[in-house]
């Protein structure tokens, strides 16, 4: 279910919807107690309360320049969310070059962010370069 501008999970508040994909709904939305704008994911409700906490450690475990951070998790109102960094910019299928090649530069960063995660333990399929 989509979330309004205006409504607040615990400390933040949504402000404009992001983007959406496989069942969760990504929002823009501002920190109330830092000051800050944050991106907000929200996860379907059949996803198990064990998965998100899995996922949250995964991503919280993970610090390179082309992941963003994990700020916090929630549950509010039957609703499971992570709080992640806020980047702005264009979402990577509109920062690539049209066709089907991607740029060289675009393509060494994605490989080397995916062979980073692995030797780190991560499965390279996780990272998703849009939500």
Request: proline share 9%.
């Amino acid at each position: 279910m989509p979330l309004q501008p205006g409504t607040k999970l615990g400390p933040y508040e949504i402000l404009a919807p992001i983007g959406s994909g496989k069942g969760s709904e990504v929002y823009k939305a501002s920190d109330s107690r830092l000051n800050r704008t944050v991106a907000i994911r929200v996860l379907p409700p059949d996803r198990a309360a064990s998965r998100i906490e899995r996922e949250a450690r995964a991503i919280a475990s993970l610090g390179h320049p082309h992941i963003c951070a994990l700020h916090d998790i929630g549950h509010e109102d039957g609703a499971d969310f992570l709080v992640m960094e806020y980047l702005e910019g264009q979402t990577l299928p509109l920062a690539r070059p049209a066709g089907p090649r991607l740029g060289r530069r675009t393509r060494d960063d994605d490989l080397r962010g995916r062979a980073w995660k692995r030797r780190m333990g991560g499965r390279p399929h996780v990272l998703r370069p849009v939500r």
